[in-house]
């Protein structure tokens, strides 16, 4: 199945108004005119190709005032693309939802006609605009009664066919039907590649099967009370907040190119209204691809490799994974914390695994300041002893050893080498404090480490592991599934300071702001996104091992942001 | 059931609907919200057309950031230097406030004129760690910033020190609200301005104090 953008229908959104059942698949196709609308929206770009500009009338003595253009200008800034804006905390800082129906909607509606989403920045109590009146407030700053709007609110300069091409885009953000909402089921996906780890697979799905299983043994009851009391106009749309989870399970197989018509296939047989958790191996790519050309949030897949693409909107991750320790060790080797420093670098890494993408960024990073750096790829199908064995071996006197590896590699590294300096590894591929070195690599080992150190998570990690353990579910990869059950109550709780407002949209805008109240962070010291930030943990350490023998790790290098 | 412990701290909906964090277990919590608030004219407090201004003092924490070129600095050495400081908590990913605020120093660097090296203007991020001195430089060109306006990180725990200092911490980044603060000297008091500070309020300001011609 296809959906339709947002702003795919703003030429005929008129018609669409008033049909709240409409659903993304149903809306009119594209149109010149919707394009321009969500361009000066979204970018900022006028229909000739023009900056969008707009002038706070603050300032003035500058010569009239701050002006701001282009990007800058662009509406998504503030009232976001969902179109339901937002509040401050200290509610001194209130955005006002611009999506069409909260716009035009009639004043003294009956209660029971009301089905728009509550939004608390929501003006309820002033004129419904006509187009004229909203064209007044985006060129002159009046609102539809005749005050002055918001400080922030730029007057903008916008001629008549851009305006109505923007009126009828802010027409067509319908946000009163999304797929996979029922009024008693919130429908969700699970994704898992086929080259994900076995183990960890079942691991996450454990987790994810036992919170949902738990969420609808105990749900909150929709509250009769409320239901028929008709109280506030958004009644209708709170009632109903606490809906069954149901989780769809998205196994692809085969190769990669054939991920995406697989995953269209399960969309349409399974509308769900996001994607929760996940697993990939090395390539994640055509996942995240797919989720962002359907809006389809991707929330928190355990991934080694993610699409780094700021600008993208739909899938947030805990962290760049491997990406992350590349910047890691390679601030590492610029600056050592002990030895001489380093001259030279020999990487090794298996063909085709996430150790590929983390290889690369390190050559590029490291590059810049001048170190030598070789590779070593060890192809993909030979023996764990041999194929590292070789690749050692061309190890030259001097270098730092980066080893991109798994624990059958790790375990297969043989005697440390003679003259070994500085090893460099990935904790994340190799099992963190758990990797299996054979005896006399412990002492020179500096690994990548993004997570926070295990005395410091100790609390935070405690409560998912007590909850397992109350629940038989077996600890097969810890961290795997200590982020799948972050994943599961960061969702729970966005939801649950939603009210009942079920807009893709809104629930990534809802977890960027309130990520950063989170405090049971699991291995994380603490998370945070924000509008164009889709990683919420952004450093590391690098550690070493504290004794020759046992699994304890000590810092080598403070928590770094590459 | 998740524990207590678990939910986010604070938050806005939290602060909004005065709930505790027990309350936040609550089917009740989005029904509160309607129950309690026909007053939605609260929800639309309308910033005052210039910022609030009053006089406050503060006792500048020891800390070291990291300043956009990359150098560490204590900030108390760099507040410090016998200029007149106009100081204010941004972050590069912010689409809304510190446009606003960034936008304002901005103008006000160019109407100080040649007096400009009098004042010494100070953003400090308050999402240091996504804000890499990389991205602080970045983020100083687009404003047209120049070597009087200078831009600072650190670690988490330093910005949230000097966010208490200062009393503009609000809980999260994404509700940070619009907040300048100038001093015209060391020793002297602190002007707070709650809200968008104007260019012209600036300017008066320091005009006033240290006759800036």
Redesign the interface.
Known sequence: MKTWRAGACAALAVACLGFSSVARADAPPSSKQAAVGEAIYRNGVLASGAPLEGQ?E?????GGG?V?KGA?AAC???HLRSGLG??????????PPVAGQYLFQPRNMKASDHDLP?V??????REPYTDATLARAIREGIDSDGKPL???MPRFALDDADMSALIAYLKSLDRRKEPGVTDTVLHFATIITPDADPVKRRGMLDVLNRYIA?KNA?P????PH?RSSG?????KS?YM??RHWQLHVWELTGPADTWDAQLEDHLAKEPVFAVLSGLGGSNWAPVHAFCEREQLPCLFPNVEVPVVADRDFYTLYFSKGVLLEAGLIAKSIAEPDSGPPVRSVLQVYREGDSGEAAAHALAAAVGRSGIAVRSEAIAAASEPGKGVAQALQKAMKGDALVLWLRPNDIAALGAAPAEAGTVYMSGLMGGLEQAPLPEGWRSHIRMAYPFDLPDARVVRVD?PLGWFSFRHIPVVAEQVQVDTYLAC?LL??TL??S??TFVREYLVERM???L?????TGYYP?L?L????RFAS??GYVVRFADPAGNRLVAARE?T?P | ???V????????????LGATLGM?L??????R???S??A????????P?AAGRSIAAYALPRVQLVRADGKRVLLADELNDGRAVVLDFV?T?????C??SS??FA?LQ??LGIERDRVHLVSISI?P??D?PDRLQEYARHFDAGPQWQFYTG??EASLRVQQAFRAY?????????LTLLRVAPGKPWVRFD??A???QLLHELQNQVAVQ
């Open positions: 706070r603050r300032g003035a003595g500058l701050l701001t800058d998504v800034n503030c937002s509040i401050s905390n200290d509610r001194r800082v209130s955005i509550y608390e920045n929501v003006k309820a109590d918001g400080t922030l738990d105990f909150f009851s929709p509250t409320l109280k506030g106009i958004y009644s709170l907040a606490n409560f109550g729970a709780e649950s300071h009210a009942d960027e702001e309130l950063e109240h989170r405090y049971l603490r945070a924000a509008e164009w930030q952004k450093g928590w942001v | 059931m998740p524990a412990a678990q939910f986010f701290r604070g938050g806005r909906s939290l602060a909004a936040a609550s089917p009740m919590t989005p029904a919200a309607v129950d608030g026909g939605y004219a609260q929800h639309h407090v309308q910033l057309d972050y990913t912010c689409t809304s406030v446009p606003l936008q304002t103008a160019d109407k999402d760690e996504q890499t670690t988490a609000s809980g999260d980044k994404m509700s940070h609200p619009p809200g968008f104007t260019v012209d």
